[in-house]
Nanobody, 124 residues
Framework: QAQLVESGGGLVQAGDSLRLSCATS????????VGWFRQAPGKEREFVAG?????NYADSVKGRFTLSRDNAKNTAYLQMNTLKPEDTAVYYC????????????????????WGQGTQVTVSS
């Protein structure tokens, strides 16, 4: 089981950028999906982006967010550009094993390991 630590959250203005990092304690090869979810106050946790040998994004962030991974550093990065107030949430990194190296899980139930979350606040 991997330990995940998120970093990079903060308070920014609309239109700004942030890069979140997810450092894992164990190797996360391609067949280990890394995903980002977010949860805003009063709302359910939602899928943001995931990566295996492919990437998958929620429609709300497509074209603005980019997820990448550096397997040598056991770290995944979520580059968030053109941030909007509606992106305000606690962002969680998650990891889980997949059997198809190009399948990207979008459901939280498919991820077994979770970080503690990092707050992202976007002011208008």
């Amino acid at each position: 089981q991997a330990q995940l630590v998120e970093s990079g959250g903060g308070l920014v203005q609309a239109g700004d950028s942030l890069r979140l990092s997810c450092a894992t304690s164990a190797r996360t090869p391609t067949w280990y999906a890394v995903g980002w979810f977010r949860q805003a106050p009063g709302k359910e946790r939602e899928f943001v982006a995931g990566i295996t040998g492919s990437t998958n994004y929620a429609d709300s962030v497509k074209g603005r967010f980019t997820l990448s991974r550096d397997n040598a550093k056991n770290t995944a990065y979520l580059q968030m550009n053109t941030l909007k107030p509606e992106d305000t949430a606690v962002y969680y990194c998650a990891a889980g094993q997949v059997w198809n190296p190009y399948y990207v899980p979008r459901s939280a139930y498919e991820y077994t390991d979770w970080g503690q979350g990092t707050q992202v606040t976007v002011s208008s």
